[in-house]
């Protein structure tokens, strides 16, 4: 696999929903640091809607493993509360449960400018917890945007 060259801010970014998750022979591996403020912001109305879904079905009775166990067990954490006491159960949501929602709602780049080229991200591989944001690695490829566009 190659390393992306030069900065995420030099490509439109956009995540591949169709294939997400689904393996590339020719993948190009990235990185990125995102902000506590860019998750809060950009993320935690998806993320709290998640966790208000999934604490009704819980009251509704509906069985509950895995992640979804341990959200349980931490009362069903706003996204703000989560990220102040448990970082770790966080990166675990988002790896097993919303790696192509977290990385669309915090990487994409809206509309796509026709003079940059478009880094498709089509697999999430880690996160990471710093003191105040994550280190994301992640696998996709880049296209001409002239031809997303048509």
Do not use: W
């Amino acid at each position: 696999m190659n390393e992306l060259k030069g900065k995420l801010g030099d490509y439109n970014v956009v995540v591949n929903e169709v294939g997400f998750g689904k393996p590339l022979g020719n993948s190009i591996i990235c990185s990125a640091t995102i902000g506590d403020d860019q998750v809060l912001e950009l993320f935690s109305e998806y993320y709290d809607d998640f966790i208000r879904k999934e604490r009704e079905a819980f009251e509704d009775g509906e069985d509950v493993e895995d992640v979804y166990l341990k959200l349980r067990q931490e009362s069903f954490p706003s996204l703000k509360d989560i990220l102040k006491k448990n970082r770790k159960l966080f990166e675990e949501v988002v790896l097993e449960e919303l790696p192509s929602e977290f990385l669309g709602y915090v990487l994409s780049t809206g509309e796509l400018l026709v003079g940059k080229k478009t880094y498709i991200v089509n697999s999430f591989l880690n996160i990471e917890s710093l003191d105040d944001g994550f280190h994301c690695k992640f696998s996709g490829f880049i296209t001409d945007t002239k031809k997303l566009l048509g």
